[in-house]
């Protein structure tokens, strides 16, 4: 065993690598929150995307419907829709 100066100088070594790594542990839990919270963040903009996909495929529908109506009334094809 070390005795005198130099065993304080690895106790102090020792203690500031505890320190260290306490303090490394938490910046990595707040990476881990912050990575999940953004995770959850995108999850929620692609579901608003997907409706807001949805909405405009809904609408696309009904106009190419009365474009295609529209072209058979005009070639004098009825009861079409």
Known sequence: MIAGPAADLEKLGCEDLV???TQVQVL???VFICL???VEA?????????????????RLRE??????????R????EGFG
């Open 19 to 21: 320190g260290v790594l």
């Open 28 to 30: 990595l839990e707040l």
């Open 63 to 72: 106009l190419l419907i009365q474009a295609l109506e529209l072209t058979l």
């Open 74 to 77: 005009q070639r004098g094809v």
């Open 36 to 38: 999940a919270e953004l």
């Open 42 to 58: 995108r999850v929620e903009l692609l579901r608003l995307l997907a409706q807001v996909a949805e909405a405009l495929l809904v």
